[in-house]
């Protein structure tokens, strides 16, 4: 029997991504972003970004099936993205599913973005090398750590399709967002997060010991390993005004430097603390904040000095896009799941 061919549809946020996959095999992964839409605004905009899905969908749609080769009549199966993420980017992603649904005649799989950015990694396909570590099956359980410009969390995944834990998540902002307004504070461009990365080259990671804020206080955390990024921004903040009030020259390099490390610190501390305190001796690195050369870097000493085995899948899998999506609902026709009823509506917050 042959596999499922599944067309992944997702616009959770600034990119409309549409993917195509047999079973575990890529075959297309077509992007668009608004990114450049949104760069002057220094955030991202959800009216600007749920109009962008709209213009770009069925050009994406069609990209993706000429690199595929496939037609849509072929299509076996349509994943969309249900949540988390901007409703109303959502919503377009969700409305374009449905529809292709009901004029194919298709089954439809709503699926969870956070769990999608983990079965990106089932994926193999032509050039397809992992970032770090080496290929090879994902084993489960794993730990499963997801940065970007909109979520920070922390996953047990113990089934892709039916058992996922949510261990932690950022109470204030995303990592991604953390570099984004530092990168704004020292004067560099938005996204933020490639200069920080690019300055701190030059810096001295241990110039400035900016706080970790490793522990939260009982009443703010709701998970055991919840994360907060907005005290350490707030320090790098103060620093950098002490110094101009000072009539001192801000040393960027090295602000950049000590901030990234303060992230990677907190974000791989926590991860490893997770898969200590579980027994599960494996980690796991998704999203847009995996680009990040000191993050990788860091999480393989430490991986390794735990004896624990990182898995970090190409960065075109890592930041987001529609092939994640598509290897999600693969699975989930693999495993014999019910379709998703036609009701359905996008949810910003949807859980795990
Ligand atoms: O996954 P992604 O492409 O989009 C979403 O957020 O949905 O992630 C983008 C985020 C931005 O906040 C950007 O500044 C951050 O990832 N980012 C990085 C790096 N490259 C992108 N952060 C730190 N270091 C990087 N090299
Ligand atoms: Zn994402």
Redesign the pocket.
């Given at each position: 029997e042959r596999e499922p061919l599944v067309l992944g549809i997702e616009t959770s946020?600034?990119e409309t991504g549409i993917g195509i996959v047999r079973g575990r095999t890529l075959l297309a992964n077509a992007i668009a972003s608004s990114m450049d839409e949104h760069a002057r605004f220094g955030g991202v905009i959800p009216e600007i970004a749920a109009r962008a899905h709209l213009e770009s969908m069925t050009p994406t749609i069609e990209r993706a099936l000429a690199d595929a080769g496939v037609t849509l009549d072929e299509v076996d199966a349509i994943a969309v993205t249900g949540g988390p993420g901007l409703a109303g980017a959502l919503m377009v992603g969700v409305s374009a599913a449905k529809a292709l649904a009901v004029s194919l005649d298709k089954p439809l799989y709503a699926v969870n973005h956070l769990v999608g950015h983990v079965g990106a990694d089932l994926l193999h396909g032509d050039g397809l090398r992992p970032a770090v570590g080496t290929v090879g099956e994902l084993e489960l359980p794993t730990v499963a750590l997801l940065v970007?410009?909109?979520h920070t969390s922390l996953l047990l995944v113990r089934d892709l399709v039916g058992d996922v834990e949510l261990l932690g998540e950022t109470i204030d902002d995303a990592a991604?967002?953390a570099?984004?307004k530092v990168a704004r504070l020292l004067g560099l461009p938005y996204?933020?997060?490639?200069h920080?990365?690019r300055v701190a080259a030059e810096g001295d990671t241990q110039a400035i010991r900016f706080p970790r804020g490793l522990t939260l206080p009982k009443d703010m955390a709701k998970h055991r390993y919840d994360f907060s990024f907005s005290g350490l921004k707030t320090s790098v903040a103060r620093w950098v005004e002490k110094r101009v009030a000072a009539g001192e020259d801000v040393p960027v390099a090295d602000v950049a430097a000590s901030f990234r490390e303060a992230v990677v610190d907190v974000l791989l501390t926590k991860a490893l603390a997770a898969c200590a305190d579980l027994g599960v001796p494996r980690l796991l690195l998704g999203?847009?904040?995996v680009?990040?050369a000191r993050l990788r870097e860091v999480a393989a000493e430490r991986s390794a000095a735990a004896g624990v085995e990182l898995r970090v899948p190409p960065l075109s899998l890592c930041?987001?896009n529609g092939a994640m999506i598509a290897s999600l609902g693969a699975q989930l026709v693999a495993a014999g799941h019910a379709p998703s009823s036609l009701s359905f509506g996008a949810d910003s917050t949807l859980p795990v």
């Open positions: 946020c600034d970007s410009g909109g991604g967002e570099f984004d996204p933020g997060g490639p920080i990365d999203g847009g904040v680009a990040n930041t987001d």
